[in-house]
């Protein structure tokens, strides 16, 4: 097992990497001093692993509930957050109750928005069980909501006491999932290490075939970068917004098409070639760099063509994302590989060409 700490003083947690952590409960300590223990989970993954958490958490000796949330980004929603409230009150939570998020960045979202607003703040866990929020969403502490006009444009900033990261967990993690949890990986590498991006080229088969020890270095490798980028920038003043990378191109993909029809991963997939497209279009990157990183983006099973919405539609779109300032989107481009910088780009006829001609 590997364990790593986001260092953020008083709100500080480690993040521990491992096979078969879900049945370690040292690992949960955290639950020691909780009143009650609350799984949140969906309906495909509580059959996969709610038991054998909720076994690993009977050491406590502490009343444990499970609430278990239909599967999907489109019931990333108001409606369906109302749930976890209404079974928090309905079964006595209070501000000693511990949260214990499992599955993937969707739960991982919900749950600790719930966490971050039941009775003003409460404490959480997470447990993640698909590639993307081992290697992104359950470490950070960003959490919230989808609403129709907007991704994730409802929530808090709320750190978990701990991340628990089963690799073995990954084994029953259909092939297309996967592929998006790669996405958030290629982007580690892309705005923070080239010797990682090396690294994810040359084993693409591995990562691919969900190997192992593939598996445990993607993991660990995306962890130390993210929080790293965390522990510097908790609340996204600066340097934090570089993990957005193909982010811009990407919530607007997935608003526009309809939650769900897109998955997250794969529409950051083509929103990394959209960026790296505006990135060498603006003359950051070599036109063999954008086709190197749209290559990996594609073995990896991620489409690199983006809908064609019509430039007007994307631009609407884009107004309402969080790095929008003063009416001006800005976009993280690439000022090489492994470095990433955000910028408005004033001439609007370039951005207008990338989105009618589509990027790749
Ligand atoms: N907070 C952050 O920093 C952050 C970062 C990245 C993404 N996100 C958010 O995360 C969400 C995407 O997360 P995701 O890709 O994990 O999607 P997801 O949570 O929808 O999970 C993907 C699918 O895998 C299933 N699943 C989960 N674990 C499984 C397992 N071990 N075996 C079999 N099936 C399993 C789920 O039920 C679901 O059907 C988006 O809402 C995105 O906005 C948040
Ligand atoms: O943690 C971050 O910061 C990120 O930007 C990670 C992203 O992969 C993630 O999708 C995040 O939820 C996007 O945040 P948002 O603020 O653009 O909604
Ligand atoms: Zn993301």
């Given at each position: 097992m590997k364990t790593l700490e986001v260092d953020l003083g008083t709100r500080?947690?480690?993040?521990?990497?491992?096979?078969?952590?879900?049945?370690?409960?040292?690992?949960?300590?955290?639950?020691?001093?909780?009143?009650?223990?609350?799984?949140?989970?969906?309906?495909?993954?509580?059959?996969?692993?709610?038991?054998?958490?909720?076994?690993?958490?009977?050491?406590?000796?502490?009343?444990?509930?499970?609430?278990?949330?239909?599967?999907?980004?489109?019931?990333?929603?108001?409606?369906?957050?109302q749930l976890i409230f209404d079974d928090l009150l309905k079964f006595g939570a209070d501000r000693q109750t511990m949260l214990i998020a499992l599955g993937g960045g969707v739960i991982g979202d919900m749950t600790g928005f719930a966490a971050a607003s039941f009775m003003r703040g409460i404490r959480f866990i997470q447990v993640p069980t698909t590639l993307l929020a081992q290697v992104d969403s359950s470490v950070g502490g960003k959490t919230g909501i989808n609403h129709p006009l907007g991704k994730n444009m409802i929530g808090a900033f709320h750190q978990p006491v701990a991340v628990i990261a089963d690799l073995n967990t990954l084994k029953t993690l259909p092939a297309r999932e996967l592929s998006a949890g790669l996405a958030e990986v290629i982007k580690h590498g892309a705005i923070a290490d080239a010797h990682f991006l090396d690294w994810i080229e040359a084993n693409a088969s591995a990562l691919l075939a969900c190997d192992t020890n593939a598996m445990a270095y993607a993991v660990l490798r995306s962890c130390e970068i993210k929080s790293a980028v965390v522990s510097a920038d908790e609340r996204e003043g600066g340097i934090r917004a570089t993990l957005n990378f193909g982010h811009t191109f990407g919530h607007a993909i997935e608003a526009g098409m309809g939650y769900g029809q897109w998955l997250h991963g794969e529409a950051v997939g083509c929103g990394m070639v959209m960026g790296a497209e505006l990135s060498y279009r603006l003359g950051q990157i070599n036109q063999a760099e954008f086709e190197r990183l749209s290559k990996i983006i594609r073995s990896m099973n991620l489409p690199v063509e983006p809908p064609k919405f019509g430039a007007e539609r994307y631009i609407e779109l884009m107004q309402v994302d969080k790095k929008?300032?003063?009416?001006?989107?800005?976009?993280?481009?690439?000022?090489?590989?492994?470095?990433?910088?955000?910028?408005?780009?004033?001439?609007?006829?370039?951005?207008?060409?990338?989105?009618?001609?589509?990027?790749?």
């Open positions: 500080s947690y480690p993040i521990y990497i491992g096979a078969d952590l879900i049945d370690q409960s040292a690992l949960f300590n955290a639950c020691e001093k909780a009143s009650s223990l609350f799984i949140v989970t969906n309906s495909t993954v509580a059959p996969l692993y709610a038991e054998r958490l909720t076994k690993t958490l009977e050491k406590f000796g502490k009343p444990i509930h499970k609430i278990v949330l239909p599967d999907g980004e489109s019931y990333k929603d108001w409606k369906h957050l929008t300032e003063g009416g001006s989107i800005r976009y993280v481009l690439l000022e090489k590989i492994g470095k990433a910088q955000i910028k408005s780009v004033p001439d609007a006829q370039v951005i207008e060409t990338l989105l009618a001609t589509g990027a790749a």
